[in-house]
């Protein structure tokens, strides 16, 4: 038997409301909160998942969305 490693990703998703100026200081606001803590997405919102494997000598596979 071969010896495989797979890898699996996923992404998850969640709005925030943040009062700011304009756009750009909002962004950088959500960018620092979420640095330190402040901003945290909560599991469940998955947005999509896929993987992708490779064998012990490097044979791999291209991403698939399961």
Do not use: R
Request: charged share 30%; glycine share 6%.
């Amino acid at each position: 038997m071969k010896k495989y490693y797979v890898t699996i990703e996923e992404m998850i998703s969640e709005t925030f409301e943040i009062e700011a100026e304009e756009m750009g200081e909002a962004m950088e606001m959500a960018k620092q909160g979420y640095k330190n803590g402040k901003y945290v997405l909560m599991p469940g919102n998955l947005v999509a998942k896929q993987m992708s494997a490779e064998s012990e000598d490097s044979e791999c596979c291209e991403w698939t969305e399961f």
